[in-house]
């Protein structure tokens, strides 16, 4: 009986005093026997995350981990998370790739290798092929297959060729890849153009991810200060589980911040949905709906899933997208971002392409990053509902095709909003797609095309206020539009709002350069022969906009300041234009959080007075 008692009080006092989070420690030189201390630290990040509990900080110090971080366990709340970051001015690098040496020279720049598949354990990204919802090579290709494996020569990837026979041709400027597997064996040929390879740093893909784990619910984990590269992803369409090279695997409460991040597959960092017996058995918009259905019954609410933070990372060469978030990027931040050079070998087609590509992003806030040279910008599809789209910087978007050129700086595709994109600057030849409803525009650059269509008979959700829970389906007729205190440089303009089944709402625009406003707007500022003679420059510092401005955009006519009042609600789910706790919107600062004169605010997402001084760091 005394046992009893003093078993009682003994937890209840460990209760009491919890235990101390710890610090735990990997190196290079460490082992991964060791108890993960500063004196004894861990050679492996995955021996340390099998150790660290919640509160604890995994500190990695220099050098190179190739392996797979797969986190066992994550935190419990968001003061109490388990943090897994690169120690304080150490570069920390870890790759899903290895090293690959004893090349044989076949002929020319030709040379091959013969690796056992022992070598690449259980998966083979050489046999592994890139394929599922909305993938096609849309001829391109002549129906040729992808893989997900990649070689990498001194850091740059080559391109996979569709057969043998192309690798034995005299290399290129882009050299050429062929992978080969059979039952014991993965045999790859490359072009190694110049150079023995067996001299040079040649590296394969080996993993299919680098830092995700395998289950989903591993909640409230950070991931600081990384590099990471070469991953092995799968094709992630929202129907599936979407594997991205660092992912949160459906789960709530991460942070992903100040790492550089590159040369993934296909999807740099997802936000994404789980796996299941369903992966890419989807046809069309009614199918994509049972998903919806799918997802609220395991938990697709506010309580379970996203808030997560993904801020100040650079993110680049993924062939599919940046960020990607099926349902799974729900009231969430993504900030700070600088997200280049995606889809950049080009060798297949699909829908999914785009710097960031979300699904249901609900109550989500897309802030002050910098898309460039991506297919598409930033692309909303379905249910973007109290998204705000603020103070991007996007440029050089877009990509050729058979048919011509495709690609935007934003793509809103089949949302019944409210959704708000406020003081960004768009200047991609085409800036805007807009397959939406319930969507407001406000003091933008906008120096590209706005295409519209006129009508999108698929029926989309649409939901109860800041929440996953649907409440309707509709059909996308075109209209419930606002567009205030832009300003659009042609070939932008809003003529092809002229004809909407839904009402619209235009004013205090400006229009240069030969821009054509719509018959709504009743008082425009027109220009026509006036050219902002729009530059942007890159230098050592940063990105610069260097522009032409005139001040009578401010002095010829008065502004409302954009607020929840102004804007109304949006038609079909019936809510007003707010922030995601509920209080009223007031669009009161510029691009650079400068405050707005709130008695006659300046069009564009510039106030007055910054645009006296030329060229102004944007970037």
């Not at 067996?198 to 600081?224: C, H, M, S």
């Not at 910087?393 to 495709?406: E, I, K, R, W, Y």
Request: with cysteine; glycine share 10%; charged share 20%.
């Amino acid at each position: 009986m005394k046992h009893t008692l003093y078993q009682a009080l003994l937890l209840v006092l460990l209760a009491a005093h919890p235990v101390a989070a710890k610090d735990l420690h990997v190196s290079v030189n460490g082992n991964d026997q060791n108890d993960g201390s500063a004196s004894k630290p861990c050679k492996t990040i995955s021996a340390a995350a099998n150790l660290a509990q919640p509160g604890d900080v995994i500190t990695v110090h220099a050098g190179l981990y190739r392996e797979r971080v797969s986190p066992p366990r994550g935190g419990e709340s968001d003061t109490k998370r388990i943090v897994y970051q690169a120690a304080k001015g150490e570069k920390v690098e870890i790759k899903g790739s290895e090293v690959v040496k004893n090349w044989e020279k076949v002929q020319d720049d030709v040379w091959k290798v013969v690796i056992p598949n022992t070598f690449l354990g259980g998966f083979n990204p050489y046999s592994d092929l890139i394929i599922g919802n909305w993938y096609s090579d849309d001829g391109w290709q002549n129906g040729r297959q992808h893989h997900t494996g990649a070689v990498y020569l001194n850091g740059a990837w080559l391109i996979e060729a569709a057969k043998l026979e192309d690798v034995l041709k005299p290399a290129g400027t882009a050299p050429l890849w062929f992978g080969k597997v059979d039952k014991e064996t993965t045999t790859i040929w490359a072009q190694f153009k110049g150079v023995d390879p067996n001299g040079q740093l040649v590296e394969i893909n080996v993993r299919k991810t680098v830092f995700y784990p395998d289950k989903p619910g591993r909640n409230y984990i950070t991931v600081r200060g990384f590099t990471m590269r070469h991953a092995a992803t799968p094709w992630a369409p929202p129907t599936t589980e979407q594997i991205g090279l660092i992912g949160t695997h459906w789960s709530k409460g991460w942070i992903i911040e100040n790492n550089v991040i590159s040369h993934s597959r296909c999807a740099g960092v997802s936000l994404g949905r789980y796996g299941d017996k369903w992966d890419n058995k989807c046809d069309d918009g009614n199918d994509f709906n049972k998903y919806v259905e799918r997802a609220l019954a395991i938990g697709w609410n506010k309580e379970t899933i996203g808030h997560h933070l993904v801020r100040n990372n650079d993110i680049s060469y993924c062939e599919q997208a940046g960020i990607i978030g099926g349902f799974g990027a729900v009231f969430s931040r993504i900030t700070g971002n600088s997200i280049h050079d995606i889809y950049v070998q080009r060798l297949f087609h699909s829908f999914e392409f785009a710097g960031i590509k979300f699904h249901g992003s609900i109550d989500t806030e897309i802030s002050r990053n910098h898309i460039y040279r991506t297919p598409r910008g930033i692309w909303l599809d379905w249910m973007a509902q109290g998204t705000r789209v603020t103070a991007n910087l996007c440029h050089d978007n877009g990509f050729a095709t058979p048919g011509g050129v495709d690609g935007d700086d934003i793509h809103c595709e089949v949302n019944h909003g409210p959704y708000l994109i406020d003081n960004n600057l768009f200047l991609t030849p085409q800036a805007l797609q807009i397959r939406s409803q319930g969507g407001a525009y406000v003091h933008n650059l906008i120096a590209g095309r706005v295409e519209v269509n006129s009508f999108d008979s698929r029926m989309t959700p649409f939901h109860k206020a800041h929440s996953t829970e649907v409440a309707g389906l509709l059909d996308n007729p075109c209209g419930d539009v606002r567009f205030h205190n832009n300003v659009f440089v042609q070939p932008a303009g809003l003529a092809s709002y002229d004809e909407t089944r839904l009402p619209v709402s235009m004013d205090g625009n400006v229009f240069l350069k030969g821009a054509n406003p719509s018959k709504h707007e009743k008082n425009p500022l027109v220009n026509a022969a006036f050219d902002p003679a729009l530059r942007l420059l890159e230098r050592p510092d940063g990105w610069y906009l260097d522009f032409q401005s005139d001040k009578a955009w401010s002095t010829e006519r008065t502004r409302q300041l954009v607020t929840t009042e102004l804007l109304g609600k949006a038609v079909i789910p019936d809510l007003p234009f707010e922030n995601p706790d509920g209080s009223p919107l007031r669009i009161d600062t510029d691009y650079f959080g400068k405050k707005r004169n709130a008695a006659n605010p300046s069009a564009g997402p510039f106030e007055t007075s910054l645009t006296d001084t030329h060229p102004v760091k944007v970037w």
